[in-house]
């Protein structure tokens, strides 16, 4: 299974055994993303890093998943400090970069960005996020989260908040329909996971329900997958008012979940999630954060040849 020079550009171009060998890999990395172990698996390779919207994790992930293999980063800090403010193009970012660096990270705000990007790059695309549209390597880290944490064979799960525009929980909703997951969608009617997505997954054989709180949910998943309201998704501050504040956990919330229940974020949080939770059994957002080291360790290794 080779995935020298493949872009990264949406969970649709993977397959169960592509995202298992990746789930692998991702376990073979984590003594090295913990520090215990040390490697120069990509000395000598170059990330060039182009983030067109705010990151924490994502980019810090990234970055230190590099500086862990022994390679480098080449980041194109602020847009306005760039030649992206005096009006160049993506394609020919794209194309100067690729010039430079041995992988491009990309974060944009337009869907179908990293796509576009691909058509223009000689060296692999590694999509961290395109408006609401795809976000491949979180969907894998979060996928690392349930097996680590849970399990993904026969797992039941629940997701909750922005389900209209969140591009985390649509690459995760394909993903989980290559394990036959058991989804239940819990969003209020404005942020309702898009119809043409729901039936996609059904016409793979997952089974999708929808209910409209939390407490109806949590005491028949394994996993809570809680999201933020995405107020720059709104065009109209109004109707992000409208539908804020509407779905927390706390923990009176899980006063009656079973110890096996784990609650995962992709973060930033904003007050979806009482910080007491954070003490509990169930809280593994944290966690998950980290799993994004050694997975994208792993897809970068992949991709630069370093392993197959």
Known sequence: MRFKDHHIISMTSFSRDMIDHILETSEKMEPIALGKQKSDLLTGKILGVLFFEPSTRTRMSFET???????????????????????????????????????????????????LASEFSTIPILNAGDGAGHHPTQTLLDLYTIKRESHLEGLKIALVGDLKYGRTVHSLCYALSLYGAQITMISPEELRMPEEIINDLESRGSTVTEVDSIEEAINDVDVL????????????????????????????????????????????????????????????????????????????????????
């Open 225 to 308: 997958y809680m999201t933020r309201i995405q107020k720059e998704r709104f065009p109209d501050p109004a109707e992000y008012q409208k539908v804020a504040n509407r779905l927390k956990i706390t923990t009176e919330t899980l006063k009656e979940a079973r110890s096996e229940l784990r609650i995962m974020h992709p973060l930033p949080r904003v007050n979806e999630i009482h910080p007491d939770v954070d003490e509990t059994v169930h809280a593994c957002y944290f966690k998950q954060a980290f799993y994004g080291v050694p997975v994208r360790m792993a897809l970068m290794a992949l991709v630069l040849g370093a392993m197959e």
């Open 65 to 115: 998943a590099m500086y862990r293999l022994g390679g480098n980063v080449l980041n194109l800090g602020s847009i306005d400090a760039s030649s992206i403010a005096k009006g160049e193009t993506l394609a020919d970012t794209i194309r100067v970069v690729g010039s430079y660096a041995d992988a491009i990270v990309l974060r944009h705000p337009k869907e179908g960005a990293a796509c």
